[in-house]
T-cell receptor, first 113, second 111 residues
Framework: NAGVTQTPKFQVLKTGQSMTLQCAQD?????MYWYRQDPGMGLRLIYY???????DKGEVPNGYNVSRLNKREFSLRLESAAPSQTSVYFC????????????FGQGTRLTVV | KNEVEQSPQNLTAQEGEFITINCSYS?????LHWLQQHPGGGIVSLFM???GKKKHGRLIATINIQEKHSSLHITASHPRDSAVYIC?????????????FGKGTKLSVKP
C-alpha cells in the first residue's frame, strides 16, 4: 500500500534515554516533515526536509535531530528524552511544485517518565 | 499570532444534520488542506484546494481566496463523521516549512 510508514506506534522512555523514530514514504515525494501534536496546541513543525540531503529547523526543534537518509526515509532522534517531549509525533510527506496532498504516518505516542 | 483560525472549536450535532466548519487565514497561500483525525488515530487528507469548490461524497470544501476563508461542509452527518477536522494552509514554503495548521474543530455527531 502506498503511503507513509512510521514506527514505532507507542513508546515509553525514561528521562535521559534516547530513541529514533523512523519514517518512510513510497510516493517519490521530495518533502518530508516531522510534527508533534499536543493538546490545545495543534500540529507544530519540528524539522523538515525539502529534498534529499537537506534539512531545516521548524518551530520547535530543540532536543531533536533528524536525518534524511535517502529520498524515502526521514528519521527523528531524541538524544536525551525529557518529560516535555511527551507528545504524539507525526511524519508527513508532500510532493513538490504543484503542491500535492499531504500524507501522514499513523503517529507515535511517546511518553517520557 | 494565529495565522490559521478555525471555528467552532467544538461542535455537537445530531445525526442527519448539515454541518459547517470554517477556516480563516491571514497569509498568502498556494493551497489549503482539510484533514481528518479520528480519536487516537492517524491524520487523513480530505481535500486540497486552491480555488472554488470540491466534493467527495457527503463532504464539500469551498475556498474564497479574496476573503481568505474556507469552509468544510458535511451533509447528512453520521456518527462515523465524529473526528477532529484540521485546516492547514500551504504558505509558499515559508520559514515553517510548507504547512501552517489550525488547532482543529472537534466534531461529535450523536445518533
Amino acid at each position: 500500500n502506498a503511503g507513509v510508514t512510521q514506527t514505532p506506534k507507542f513508546q515509553v522512555l525514561k528521562t535521559g534515554q534516547s530513541m529514533t523514530l523512523q519514517c518512510a514514504q513510497d510516493m517519490n515525494h521530495n518533502s518530508m516533515y516531522w510534527y508533534r501534536q499536543d493538546p490545545g496546541m495543534g500540529l507544530r513543525l519540528i524539522y523538515y526536509s525539502a529534498s534529499e540531503g537537506t534539512t531545516d529547523k521548524g518551530e520547535v526543534p530543540n532536543g531533536y535531530n533528524v536525518s534524511r537518509l535517502n529520498k524515502r526515509e526521514f528519521s527523528l532522534r531524541l538524544e536525551s528524552a525529557a518529560p516535555s517531549q511527551t507528545s504524539v509525533y507525526f511524519c508527513a510527506s508532500m510532493g513538490v511544485g504543484g503542491r500535492t496532498e499531504a500524507f501522514f504516518g499513523q503517529g507515535t505516542r511517546l511518553t517520557v517518565v | 499570532k494565529n495565522e490559521v483560525e478555525q471555528s467552532p472549536q467544538n461542535l455537537t450535532a445530531q445525526e442527519g444534520e448539515f454541518i459547517t466548519i470554517n477556516c480563516s487565514y491571514s497569509v498568502g497561500i498556494s493551497a489549503l488542506h482539510w484533514l481528518q483525525q479520528h480519536p487516537g488515530g492517524g491524520i487523513v487528507s480530505l481535500f486540497m484546494l486552491s480555488s472554488g469548490k470540491k466534493k467527495h461524497g457527503r463532504l464539500i470544501a469551498t475556498i474564497n481566496i479574496q476573503e481568505k476563508h474556507s469552509s468544510l461542509h458535511i451533509t447528512a452527518s453520521h456518527p462515523r463523521d465524529s473526528a477532529v477536522y484540521i485546516c492547514a494552509v500551504d504558505n509558499y514554503g515559508g520559514s515553517q516549512g510548507n504547512l501552517i495548521f489550525g488547532k482543529g474543530t472537534k466534531l461529535s455527531v450523536k445518533p
